[in-house]
């Protein structure tokens, strides 16, 4: 998947918080609860149905209504888990998995960073020590990842390599 | 309402395999091999999927034909 140059070693690869699938697996909890609401409810719906079929279907329907969830839990984990920036001692690659079949690979040499700025917003970005990366290039491009864990050891490790990178250029 | 069910099921379970093997697909191909972590969610997620099916199945063939 990912070629490196001769001399080129990964020094870190960063994914985004696990708040970020927190958020997703409370959802997911939440649309588990569901369908004991429902079952609570068809008792009094199917009152007059024949419940040797009824109960049967019932229990049929929830089995692929759990299945549902959880192939679409897989596939938002799958999305969290391919989104990563891969740090190198040469460039920055920056993997954005866009749901299925559709990626979108960037890349950003060293010497081209211009500028590293590191942004907190929040209480909660506070207290679980994640934020934003903006990386700006010398083309005047900017790039960011959100929901960066481990913020300040990013951006040192992004620096020291880019500062060492562009001192071997002048030299 | 047997027969029905049955064919709303084939399909179900057809395009339900075909959604998993492509999510498996993109995370076999696109993880860096240092990083196990894909592996075992792959595992809990086939036995979990696996389980609720033939739980579905069970549920199928109480269904008065």
Request: glycine fraction near 2%; charged fraction near 15%; proline fraction near 4%.
């Amino acid at each position: 998947m990912l070629k490196l140059n001769e001399n080129e070693k990964i020094l870190t690869t960063i994914r985004k918080h696990w708040f970020v699938m927190a958020r997703t697996i409370v959802v997911f909890v939440v649309l588990l609860l569901l369908p004991p609401m429902v079952l609570s409810l068809l008792p009094f719906i199917t009152a007059e149905f024949d419940q040797a079929t009824i109960e049967p279907l019932t229990n049929l329907f929830l089995s692929l209504y759990i299945m549902v969830l959880l192939v679409f839990l897989f596939l938002l984990w799958m999305d969290y888990y391919l989104d990563m920036w891969i740090i190198t001692n040469e460039r920055i690659i920056d993997v954005e998995q866009q749901g299925l079949f559709h990626r979108q690979v960037s890349e950003i040499p060293l010497q081209h960073v211009q500028d590293v700025t590191i942004e907190v917003k929040g209480v909660i970005e506070t207290f679980l020590k994640f934020g934003t990366i903006r990386i700006q290039t010398a083309g005047e491009r900017e790039f960011k990842i959100e929901f960066v864990p481990n913020l300040y050891e990013a951006k040192d490790l992004i620096l020291k390599y880019t500062t060492a990178m562009q001192k071997n250029i002048r030299a | 309402m047997f027969i029905p069910i049955l064919v709303f099921f084939i399909v179900f379970t057809v395009l339900y395999v075909l959604f998993a093997a492509a999510i498996i697909y993109h995370l076999r191909q696109y993880t860096l091999s240092e990083h196990p972590a894909s592996k075992v969610v792959i595992s809990v997620f086939l036995f979990l999927a696996a389980l609720f099916w033939l739980f579905s199945l069970t549920f199928l063939f109480k269904i008065p034909y």
